[in-house]
T-cell receptor, first 112, second 115 residues
């Protein structure tokens, strides 16, 4: 079993829809959780960074962390064609060498 | 957010030559940087952890003599792919953190093609 599981998709939704992206993890020592967006042939771009259970909102994006269930989500409201990309969840422990553990990434397409 | 710059963004080299990729943290000092490799439609695979002033720590299965890492200053880490072969063609990405409790920022990536 992988430490972080993420449905690779692909996921295709119409413009304006609410998108829900999810990751589950097995290591209860993970304390920091990130969502990255990656366009083709580009480096990952940080979207959200959280370190506690609950919700964090930034514009159209909401990150949700449930440590008791070892489950994190990213919600995208009013999705736009420009949101079409691969979304990667990543997490790490507090200790150690700051190494990130990534999910497989979900390919998302927003159709106009 | 913090800026991490990676150079070059694309490089084509002949088989048997060496290629150097630079990763710079532009507005903060990074004692630790990370190098990843990414194959098409796959997630990032950590290759090594670059530590300023000391030897890099390589992940299992990564040849340290093949992928030389130097972290000579708090703002610069370099990855040199030595004696490159076509199978080394890939997308290489670096990342850096301001400190232990902050998020990681990534460079733009370098697409290496070995012909």
């Amino acid at each position: 079993q992988k430490e972080v599981e993420q449905d690779p998709g692909p996921l295709s939704v119409p413009e304006g829809a609410i998108v829900s992206l999810n990751c589950t993890y097995s290591n209860s020592a993970f304390q920091y959780f990130m969502w990255y967006r990656q366009y083709s042939r580009k480096g990952p771009e940080l979207l959200m960074y959280t370190y506690s259970s609950g919700n964090k909102e930034d514009g159209r994006f909401t990150a949700q962390v449930d440590k008791s269930s070892k489950y994190i989500s990213l919600f995208i409201r009013d999705s736009q064609p420009s949101d079409s990309a691969t979304y990667l969840c990543a997490m790490r422990t507090f200790q150690g060498a700051q190494k990130l553990v990534f999910g497989q990434g979900t390919r998302l397409t927003i159709n106009p | 957010g913090a800026v991490v710059s990676q150079h070059p963004s694309r490089v084509i080299c002949k088989s048997g030559t060496s290629v150097k990729i630079e990763c710079r943290s532009l507005d903060f000092q990074a004692t630790t940087m990370f190098w990843y490799r990414q194959f098409p439609k796959q997630s990032l695979m950590l290759m090594a952890t670059s530590n300023e002033g000391s030897k890099a720590t390589y992940e299992q299965g990564v040849e340290k003599d093949k992928f030389l890492i130097n972290h000579a200053s708090l703002t610069l880490s370099t990855l040199t792919v030595t004696s490159a072969h076509p199978e080394d063609s890939s997308f290489y990405i670096c990342s850096a953190n301001r400190d232990q409790r902050t998020e990681a920022f990534f460079g733009q990536g370098t697409r290496l093609t070995v012909v």
